[in-house]
């Protein structure tokens, strides 16, 4: 899909879109051990991959200022392995993967990474990390160097190779402002959140969890991860039978609170990995990017969303722009957690792009989940 003309100027500041990535690879600000398809280009961001060695260490870690990520490798390795043909990265373990892509970014532009979407719904924790940053999946402005991934596969044991994808790296210049009277502005412009009369924008528009089994799936709000179940190849997709590895999670049968009030909670257990979904569509417009805020302690003692970022496009419908429900990767931290239909479960904070991207985030290019409602990640049937 051609991203439609926006009455936008180009600007001086903001996300990249797709055609200055490309630009960027052209004048060697990106490079790669092999070459770069063009199909890594996202609309605002670009897929990282996977190096042929991954390096089991002893546990996470940042290199702090001047120290390089292979220094630490050899005070924390254990072992080597060799991901050419595949390799099981098993799920409680660390490992860092140097990356096929390195840097050599011109002055004023820095990265941001977030695993990708698929990755997220595994529950594979990724981070990014790079040569004497004292930040994960962050690169400053200028950064000359190599890149890599720290994986740690938190429920499944997971199959990865060469060439994976499991990070993405968005590109900025210099520092945009996002306020709260410019996503006001914007969701008068074009309709952020569908379907709610008076949207709830502070430090982002609010996002809210369906629990209410109201949304044809006969009851059906989610799915929590099985425990011990069998390993997961990145490569097989549509394959897996999905019921062996997700408990499916129904609501609406229960009575709480006096006769035929059906029931709109789950606890999250903070030893279980949930898959859930937005009570509101969302979209995202052609000169935007958005990021869902992962985690916020004053709305609960949980994590969303691993995979927080919307390309310009999500749910961006042409003439009938209805939006598209975001599915929501959820863990609560330490303590079991009641939540409820309508909760809200983070704020989507949108940031304007330098220009419109030449592609748009769809099936056109490839997208996974352009027109989702519940779902899991691709691997599964």
């Known amino acids: ?27 060697g600000g990106i490079t790669a051990s092999q070459a770069i398809p063009k199909g890594q ?48 990265l098993e799920r409680g373990c660390v490992y860092i993967v140097p990356l096929l892509e390195s840097l050599d970014l011109p002055k004023g532009i820095s990265g941001a990474a977030n695993p990708k979407s698929s990755t997220g719904r595994l529950d594979i924790f990724t981070r990014m990390i790079a040569d004497g940053v004292p930040e994960f999946d962050r690169v400053p402005a200028g950064y000359t160097g190599p890149l890599y991934a720290e ?47 008076d949207a709830d924008i502070a430090r982002g ?61 789950i606890i999250l257990n903070p030893d279980d990995f949930y898959i859930l979904v937005s009570a509101e569509p969302v979209s995202v417009p052609p000169d935007y990017a958005a990021e869902l805020v992962p985690y916020d302690a004053l709305v609960g003692e949980f994590r969303v969303h691993y995979a927080g970022f919307f390309d310009p496009g999500f749910g961006y419908t042409g003439v009938r722009r209805k939006g598209t429900r975001a599915v929501l990767e959820v863990r609560s931290r330490d303590v079991p957690f009641v939540l409820e239909h309508s909760q809200i479960v983070g704020r989507l904070a949108y940031e304007r792009l330098t220009e419109p991207p030449d592609i748009l985030y769809g099936t056109a290019i490839g997208s996974s989940y352009g027109r989702q409602g519940l779902a899991l990640s691709k691997h599964f049937k």
């Open 1 to 27: 899909m051609t991203a439609p003309s926006v009455s936008a100027a180009s600007r001086r500041s903001g996300i990249l879109p797709s055609q200055a990535i490309a630009k960027l690879i052209e004048s």
């Open 41 to 88: 280009i996202q609309p605002a961001s670009l897929d990282l991959r996977l190096g042929p060695i991954a390096h089991r260490v002893r546990a996470s870690f940042l290199p702090g200022s001047g120290a390089t990520v292979m220094a630490r490798i050899e005070q924390l390795g254990m072992h080597s392995m060799d991901l050419t043909d595949g390799a099981v």
């Open 151 to 197: 994986i740690s596969p938190r429920t499944f044991s997971v199959v990865a190779r060469e060439g994976d994808r499991l990070n993405q790296l968005r590109f900025r210049r210099g520092n945009p402002p996002a306020s709260d009277s410019e996503m006001r502005a914007l969701h008068d412009r074009d309709t952020l959140v569908h379907g709610v009369e």
């Open 205 to 265: 528009v609010a996002i809210s969890v369906d629990l209410s089994g109201k949304n044809g799936n006969d009851g059906l709000v989610g799915y929590r991860a099985k425990h011990h179940s069998a390993v997961i190849d990145l490569a097989k997709i549509g394959h897996y039978d999905h019921l062996e590895f997700w408990e499916p999670i129904f609501v609406g049968a229960g009575r709480e609170g006096g006769a035929n009030k059906a029931k709109t909670t």
